[in-house]
């Protein structure tokens, strides 16, 4: 399924996201529970009358029964500030065969246009790797409206993964830029040291982001051997090289390893309450939107 | 099974080419991974992938080479066929001029015709004949073919020749074709002499169907026509010798005729008795043109019974001499003085052009070679260092003669060789046109004092020697009188309206310049037709007009052969061997050995596995995004 398919599409239409914590300062169409305003659509509780409210809130039926003047108040609607990081370093296109990076933009765009549809505003942003002169990241236009969907796929085709990952800086250097957090979303295959995206996950938090983390990982990661038996493996960001030979007990090595680094990542995110979710380039994008991201929190349908 | 294009084999080295192409790949390629983080677990393993451990796709490229060598190498296996051939038979066919004797009122050649055709129509359908002809060379008149019609026309349409025979040579190539393939065969031989003088292995002449034809033995033959006229005589001065020989077991008489232009000049009967010769001589003929020798009366073979010969008109002929030796002059005017019809002119080498020679002049340049070729016949003594046509190595002095060749017209009735003045000699480099005539030894090789050859189409002769000092009218110098003597004749140019005399059976070769398709032929029998190659093959007795827009020529064939002449040889020792083997009827089941190639299956299979490895490349390529 992608992009192209409006049956999918039609599959999104379906689907918003889910708030937990954020909400932004503008109004907007995201009816945020638990808190009030003075008008709106949705009635949300009565308050005593205190004098400045406007009297055609004042509920006379109630005044009537309670002999009390009270005013009604409203679910407040805001919107959602919808912030998408993209990892675009050089592991994002290695091995070829998984497409990860590919697989990665199309994630991207099929939540931002969930986001949009939603008319909440929405900044992708790429993170690069830093350089002198030059933002560590580079974001896309804020888009507002489910009309400017189409500007998000031309910014994402001018996207090419390259160079190292630098998650936590990256993130830091773009929340010192931004006033409004929102809802955080970082799409990468977190193929760093810990130390890297729990430094990056954690400022988040601390910025006051509702953070998630979308997991990317592909199938040759997942089962090697299924595509070599030996050779010489290269480090595409690192640029090392490694002589490998992949035995029965290399495997299972390997295997540990990715293991315990899956492990590391989703129990982080457990204990700092960030959503994880894990995509594997083998699985139907529909298949994620409609079934993994609504079952793990990410979205819900309307 | 075994291979054809050995030379293919060192293709097989490519396997091991492609093994270090793998290798070399191996160690080349790379496996991206977006990280070495996982990989550090595993424990990094550099010799076991230093091990040839080839994968599926080597295997299918290691067959396709070798099954594309395989090809190449044109393998086969043996077969063992069984074929039915019918037999061969081999006619050989005497053609020469003893053939022509008549045996009754037919000749034996029509004789041996009719006994060839019997032989042809007894074959059955499988079998194969082919017909050879002999004369003085075989010659294939028919390959082997069951085309029965075809060999029995070719038959009808073969004509004899007047030549001598050569009749080994054409039972050898017969036995040679019957033996091809490993085929049963016969050879039939047709031919009027006796078994005996075949030179064959006895068993190769037992192994012969043997048709001798002919008994008849009436022939007197003139056995010899010679003229003795050298250049420089008359007619008046020319004697001819004719020998008259009786063939017959039994005495015969006859009238020898000579005609001089058709005039008699010369008749005497005669009677010879059985295998009896007498020779005639007659001279003081009274003027030049052709003369025929006749017997008559006519008998079994007429070809014998008549030759020609011409008597010569003499001719002035001029002797150019150029010498810076003053003495030498004077000494071959001395000698020139003593030979009618020569005249001499004497000239220093700084008088001569080549413009003053005339095609029928003989030079002599002593001590002296034109810059440019002359186109005359010419004799060098003691050419001078640096001289463009005998390169001088060395000089000598006091030589010994060592070697000559006695049968040269140049050295005919010199008995002293030795008695030549050797005082002073240049030592020359043989040219790659000329033979040595005489030679001497130095200390260093073998060193030629005289040689001859033919330049551009004229005769050279050299002497390596000097004879200034030598005295050609003293009489201690005749051997170098009678050399200088005998070098003056065989320069001399033929007289072209002097008709020349070929024996049949050979070729005359056309003087080099001849233009052989501007020549028509107009041969004794037959009608005039046109030249396409440089010779003529003289095949018939008579006179043979060549005619061209600048040559003409004339020749006189005539057949002096005592092996054709005597038509009627007895066995000199057993009579006829009869075959030993059966003679071959039924068609034959021949089982023999083929090779059957299956190169071309190879190719086959080399285009599917190409195919295969491709689709499984493709695959793999799907799979692993890698090549």
Known sequence: VGLTDFAFFRQLDRLRLRIRTARGHRPGETLIPRSTQAWGVEFEAYKDYVPGDDFRYVDWNAVGRLDQLVVRTFTAEREIPVHLFLDTSASMRAPVVDQKFTFATDLVSAIGYVVLNNNDPLQVVALATPASGHLPFRPAPLLRHRSQFARLPSFLQTLA????????????????????????????????????????????????????AVHILGAAEMAP?????????????EHGERWVSLSRAHLQQYQEALRAHLDALQQFCHRHQVLYSRATTDTPLAQIMTEQLTQTGFLAFR | MGILNPAALPLLTLLGILILIYLRERWRQRIEVPSLLLWRAVPEDKARIRRFLPDLLFFAQALLLLLLIGGLLRPYRSQIVTETHGNRHILVIDTSASMQAREGRTRRFDRALDEAKRVVRSLGPLDESMVISISTRPQVVSGLTSDHLLVLHLLEALQPVDTSTNLDLGVELALAQRDRDERRGRVHVFTDLPQSTLSLPQEQVKELEYHRIGKNDDNLALAAFHLHQNPFQTYSQTQAYMLVRNYAYHPKSGTLTLQLNG????????????????????????????????????????????????????????????????????????????????????????????????????????????????????????PPPDNPLFPVVAEAADLSILDWRQEHDLLRNLHYVEALPLKKARVLALPPWAQVLISSRTKMSEVPLALTGEKDGHRVVCLAFDLNKGNLTNSDNLTLLLLFLNTLRWLLPPDPVTPQLVPTGEAFFLPPGTTPDSLRLLPPQGEERVIETDTVEVDHVGEYRLGGSRYRATLYANLFDEMESDIARREEDTPIAKPTSESPSAPQELTRTVPNEFGRSLYYGAALVLILEWLYAMWRYSQTGAP
């Open chain 2, 263 to 382: 005039e008699p000049v010369f008749q005497r009967e005669f009677t010879l008795a059985a295998r009896e010769a007498a020779s005639f001589s007659v001279k003081g003929f009274e003027k030049a043109g052709q003369l025929i020798a006749r017997i008559e009366p006519g008998d079994a073979l007429a070809l014998d019974n008549q030759a020609l010969a011409w008597v010569a008109e003499r001719h002035e002929r001029r002797l150019v001499v150029v010498s810076p030796v003053k003495n030498l002059h004077e000494e071959l005017t001395r000698v020139s003085q003593s030979i009618p019809g020569l005249t001499l002119t004497a000239m220093t080498p700084e008088a001569f052009s080549p413009e003053r020679l005339n095609p029928q002049d003989v030079a002599l340049f002593h001590q002296f070679v034109p810059s440019t070729t002359v186109s005359v016949n010419s004799l060098y003594v003691f």
């Open chain 1, 225 to 237: 051997e299924r595509f070599f038996r030996r050779g010489k493996l290269y480090d595409v960001e």
């Open chain 1, 161 to 212: 993964p390259t160079g190292k990952t630098y998650l936590r800086e990256t993130v830091q250097a773009y929340t010192e830029q931004t006033r409004e957090p929102g809802i955080a979303t970082v799409v990468s295959d977190f193929l760093v040291e810990p130390a890297q995206y729990e430094g990056a996950l954690t400022l988040l938090k601390a910025r006051g982001y509702e953070v998630r």
